[in-house]
């Protein structure tokens, strides 16, 4: 299993700023994953971040709008840039297990609210 | 990514069987079929996965069947702490999870 951990646990923030969340894995992990929970939502991918390369963004997602760190095999940061109300979302790190399943374990999210 | 149907709500009352089901008719051959649950201000945590046989493990049990059109998660007695959102997620064995709609489920006392 792993252990993930997310900063801040929750924001809000002003229409037009910037916030770098944080993610936190207990173990090396090659592949993390950043998802959005728009409210009343499921969730969706927005990016796979291995370390020592540049992020895979999935389709409607873009790196100017959220650029991604991984600086080691066990941090990464999303920062969501410009935001405006419609970013109010939780956004979620998660990492692929090792074991025999490959599960994928989740951070609790970070609630973010654009004011 | 195969399409997925689930019924948006379920009730069942505390120490019952609960059997949610899950349309994934557009499934591939080599699609594993994944079920994660997302319990109250919490992020997904993993539940079961199988590919053609039933599977049972310490949180649940998969029932899949034969033509692989369709998936059960069983939880064999429902307790307070299992209502949540539960995702049913046919996946190639890459590692993108594509979310649906999921399958709420309350239990009552």
């Known amino acids: 299993s792993a252990v993930i951990s997310q900063k801040p646990s929750r924001d809000i923030c002003q229409r037009g700023t910037s916030l770098t969340i944080q993610c936190q894995v207990d173990?090396?992990?090659?592949?993390m994953f950043w998802y959005r929970q728009q409210p009343g939502q499921s969730l969706t991918l927005i990016a796979t971040a291995n370390q020592g390369s540049e992020a895979t963004y999935e389709s409607g997602f873009v790196i100017d709008k959220f650029p991604i760190s991984r600086p080691n095999l066990t941090f990464s940061t999303l920062t969501v840039s410009n935001m405006s109300p419609e970013d109010s979302s939780i956004y979620l790190c998660?990492?692929?297990?090792?074991?025999?399943?490959?599960?994928?374990?989740f951070g609790p999210g970070t609630r973010l609210t654009v004011l | 990514d195969a399409k997925t149907t689930q019924p948006n709500s379920m009730e069942s009352n505390e120490e019952e069987p609960v059997h949610l089901p899950c349309n994934h008719s557009?499934?591939?051959?080599?699609?594993?079929i994944h079920w994660y649950r997302q319990l109250p201000s919490q992020g997904p945590e993993y539940v079961i996965h199988g590919l053609t046989s039933n599977v049972n493990n310490r949180m649940a049990s998969l029932a899949i069947a034969e033509d692989r059109k369709s998936s059960t998660l069983i939880l064999h007695r429902a307790t307070l702490r299992d209502a949540a959102v539960y995702y049913c997620?046919?996946?190639?064995?890459?590692?993108?999870?594509?979310f649906g709609t999921g399958t709420q489920l309350k239990v009552e006392l």
């Open positions: 997620i046919p996946t190639g064995g890459g590692n993108k999870l594509t």
């Open positions: 173990s090396q992990v090659t592949m």
């Open positions: 557009t499934i591939s051959g080599t699609d594993y």
């Open positions: 998660s990492v692929r297990g090792t074991g025999a399943y490959n599960e994928q374990f």
